[in-house]
């Protein structure tokens, strides 16, 4: 089943110069798939339109084409509506952290959903515990090493048990030990058949991955050098 798709997906911010042009992308179920590419070539814009975030939340634009997940377009949907089903870590994970304690960060989805406390505690455990951080839990997010942040970040969005997680360069900021850390998370992530999108600046990731392809000026391209425009 596909879980994740991109059909002829083009967006700009000022109407005139296309940031994504023509973008068509198929992400199977319980698949792991890298985009790299130079800074600025439009795969984070990429990311942020496959989960709902542009043109809703975050940078407004011309935005053509269709998102779909599991079948669905989400354009008519809010991004809390989508959330059990495709989320998004970023790239800083200080801007995603506020919670005093790792606990609370991971739990902040759940209970705004209004889960009952038993529901609430076995999520965060089993975040955490796929995450490799349920030492830490009593930790202040801020005392932790930049790649540990990344992983609550990860843990404070698998708390919502999405199919379809999204990682916009979140080794970016971290050294060769937290790089290790979130290599693991990703392989305890393909173990359990989540579907995940990378977005990378380098290929750290890509060993780890069943599909790679590469941005170049707004466009996409698989391994063998073909775009995957619309044709």
Do not use: W
Not at 44 to 60: E, F, N
Not at 73 to 92: C, H, L, N, R, W
Not at 195 to 218: Q, S
């Amino acid at each position: 089943m596909t879980a994740l798709e991109l059909q002829d997906v083009s967006f700009s911010y000022d109407g005139k110069h296309k940031i994504l042009d023509g973008i068509n992308l198929r992400l199977p179920e319980g698949s792991v798939t890298a985009i790299s590419g130079k800074s600025g070539c439009g795969k984070s814009t990429l990311a942020m339109i496959a989960c709902g975030v542009i043109p809703k939340a975050v940078l407004q634009g011309k935005l053509t084409g269709r998102v779909l997940v599991f079948g669905e377009d989400i354009s008519g949907k809010e991004i809390y509506e989508t959330a059990d089903k495709i989320s998004m870590v970023f790239q800083d994970p200080e801007s995603q952290l506020f919670a005093p304690a790792v606990v609370d960060e991971v739990a902040f989805a759940p209970e705004n959903l209004c889960f009952d406390g038993e529901t609430i505690a076995e999520r965060i455990d089993a975040a955490l515990s796929t995450v490799g951080m349920q030492d830490f839990k009593d930790y202040p997010p801020n005392k932790l090493s930049g790649g540990q942040q990344q992983l609550v970040a990860l843990a404070s969005i698998l708390s919502l048990e999405p199919k379809i997680i999204l990682l916009d360069e979140v080794a970016a900021q971290v050294d060769s030990q937290g790089v290790a850390l979130l290599q693991d998370a990703v392989r305890a992530l393909k173990a359990q058949g989540k579907t995940v999108l990378i977005i990378e600046h380098g290929r750290v990731f890509e060993p780890l991955c069943d599909r790679k392809y590469e941005m170049r000026e707004g466009r996409l391209y698989n391994a063998e050098g073909d775009s995957c425009e619309k044709r």
